[in-house]
């Protein structure tokens, strides 16, 4: 148990040690427990978050705000668009003046070529911890909230299989950063990590080969496949998910012509018996339905999607506990 994290940044899992992974996760079942018995845990009494905002939210917004109220502290929501942001002020301003004003900084800014470089601008400039939300590269909190899932359902990972697979959806395209922090997670925890996606859908070729070498360490094994059926095939865990084919093109209009040709990358009961007869489906939500995934499937006996949106509460309250007190 790794007990001195304080003042740690949470900005991709890599710059956490395994052991401190492990402390995040024993804290968030402690938590998780602490709340089902109804036990208080004012851990941060006093202390604010600011939650800072490039875009819209279900889940990162209400799990953040809600875990700091539980923990005695509170959650200052702050939508970019009613900032002087756009007049002018730079990351390290917010880094130094909201590191000044609150006990942590937590963002969220996907775009392309920019959220990334953006959150660890403010974080250079910051005092206090700076939490990313979801950026273009990582969305470490999903990704912590994933594994605890996985140990829960599947108890120790190392050996499992997961698929890590792309998705078909119509809607946006949508950032890398969910399947780039699970195979970065996944593979430090000795899965059999299968990164499963067309040719136009690859990943940032710096954070497969990490994928790689991450496998390699850990004594799990990493593969890229190009079949959604065979990525399935034996899984014990699936997640498939729809992305944006960044790495081919940034222009909207050619991204969605490029993902009509796979409009058959659905997650549907036939996919779902390719896999082990108790594999678990997981998705960070939201999903495109009938179209990434059937309603079948996602509402079905295999979906864990709740208890993963679920742990987002508990893995967040662990991280802050240990990084803002
Ligand atoms: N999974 C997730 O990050 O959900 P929101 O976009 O609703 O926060």
């Known amino acids: 148990m790794q007990t001195y ?25 402690e938590l998780k427990r602490a709340r089902a018995m109804g036990k208080p845990h004012a851990h941060l009494r006093d202390k604010v978050l600011a939650m800072l905002f490039f875009f819209s939210s279900t889940r990162t917004r209400s799990s953040f705000e809600a875990g700091i109220a539980q923990l005695g502290g509170h959650g200052a ?64 909190f999903q990704i912590l909230a994933d594994l605890m899932t996985i140990i829960e359902h ?10 890590v697979s792309y998705a078909y959806a119509s809607s946006y395209q949508k950032p890398l950063s969910v399947p780039q922090s699970l195979i970065l997670l996944m593979t430090r925890y000795g899965m059999n990590v299968r990164l499963v996606r067309p040719p136009e ?6 954070i497969v080969q ?21 990525g399935f095939a034996g899984a014990d ?13 940034e222009d909207e209009a050619e991204s969605v012509e490029i993902g009509k040709k796979y ?23 939201p999903a495109d339905r009938n179209i990434e995934v059937t309603d079948g499937v996602i509402d079905g006996p295999q979906s864990v999607v709740y208890d993963e949106a679920e742990n987002r509460l508990h893995v967040q309250k662990a991280v802050m506990a240990l990084t803002m007190s």
């Open 237 to 249: 865990v699936v997640y498939p998910k729809s992305w944006g084919c960044w790495m081919t093109t």
């Open 154 to 163: 599947k108890g120790d990972p190392r050996g499992k299989t997961i698929a």
């Open 201 to 206: 859908f690859k990943l940032m070729p710096d």
């Open 77 to 140: 929501f702050i939508d970019s668009t009613t900032t002087q942001i756009s007049h002018g002020d730079t990351a390290k301003e917010i880094g130094e003046i909201y590191g000044r004003y609150y006990d942590g900084i937590a963002i969220r800014q996907c775009d392309w070529g920019i959220g990334n470089k953006y959150i660890n601008a403010v974080a250079e400039a910051s005092r206090v911890p700076v939490l990313n939300m979801q950026c273009d590269v990582y969305h470490p």
């Open 263 to 285: 409009s058959d990358w659905i997650c549907d009961e036939r996919r779902m018996s390719l896999a082990k007869d108790d594999a678990i489906y997981m998705h960070c939500l």
């Open 5 to 29: 994290l304080r003042g740690k940044d949470m900005i991709t899992t890599q710059d956490w040690t395994k052991s401190e992974i492990d402390s995040v996760m024993e804290v968030a079942m």
């Open 210 to 230: 990490q994928a790689a070498d991450n496998a390699k360490q850990a004594g799990g094994s990493f593969e890229i496949m190009e079949d959604m059926d065979e």
